[in-house]
């Protein structure tokens, strides 16, 4: 399993920007970027998933630079409602590594007003 | 669509005796469903692969004799805790697969086991 690392926490106001990087230096080529929400008391939920460059949907995007060894969710004027833990997670598709999904230790992202 | 639900929600049991949670796939059949552990302020934890009509795959550490999982059917696996112990509390979320072409697995709202 490609290795990755977060910050354990991140504090921002509503309406910023908010830019959550993960390392993963030891990505493999055929490795893609997901990242996944959590919200207290649930399930998690697939957000955005990348190879290369630039990724954007109605939620978030993803930024990958050409060394694919790191890569940041940007997600734009966040709300309280926002406030989740963010799971960077390198592997197949949607992240999986031989179908499984591994989580490491996430970004608890808190949104103030 | 690719609804999962879980039940019950949340569960209270004495030490000792054994509990049964579901997870089913609403709207969809799932080849495969998976059951994780989390404990608070922790990530989730993998604990099991359960495939419709064969034996789960358990991950390293965990308990089979402990954790029962049955799958029934394609839209329904079970995860039993048994001889339950209060270190056995946690939140026991599933989530489904659709088919064995996509790697997109959906998740369930999670069952919160309480052992006293």
């Known amino acids: 399993l490609a290795k990755t690392t977060q910050p354990i926490s991140m504090d921002s106001y509503e309406g910023q920007e908010v830019n959550i990087t993960c390392s993963h230096n030891?990505?493999?080529?055929?490795?893609?970027i997901t990242w996944y929400q959590q919200f207290p008391s649930q399930g998690p939920r697939f957000i955005i998933q990348?190879?290369?460059t630039k990724v954007t949907n109605e939620v978030a995007s993803l930024f990958i630079p050409a060394d694919r060894k790191s890569s940041t969710l940007s997600l734009p004027r966040v709300s309280l409602s926002d406030t989740a833990v963010y799971y960077c997670?390198?592997?197949?598709?949607?992240?999986?590594?031989?179908?499984?999904?591994?989580f490491g230790r996430g970004t608890q992202l808190t949104v103030w007003p | 669509g690719a609804v999962v639900s879980q039940h019950p929600s949340r569960v209270i049991c004495k030490s000792g005796t054994s509990v049964k949670i579901e997870c089913r796939s609403l709207?969809?059949?799932?080849?495969?469903m998976f059951w994780y552990r989390q404990f608070p302020k922790q990530s989730l934890m993998l604990m099991a692969t359960?495939?419709?009509?064969?034996?789960?795959?358990?991950e390293q550490g965990v308990e089979k004799d402990k954790f029962l999982i049955n799958h029934a059917s394609l839209t329904l696996s079970t995860l039993t805790v048994t001889s339950a112990h209060p270190e056995d509390s946690s939140f026991y979320i599933c989530?489904?697969?659709?088919?064995?072409?996509?790697?997109?697995?959906?998740f369930g709202p999670g069952t919160r086991l309480t052992v006293t």
């Open positions: 989530s489904a697969r659709r088919t064995e072409d996509s790697y997109e697995q959906y």
């Open positions: 359960s495939n419709e009509g064969s034996k789960a795959t358990y």
């Open positions: 990348g190879y290369k």
């Open positions: 997670l390198v592997g197949g598709d949607r992240g999986s590594t031989l179908g499984r999904l591994y």
């Open positions: 030891n990505i493999a080529t055929n490795d893609y």
């Open positions: 709207d969809f059949q799932a080849t495969t």
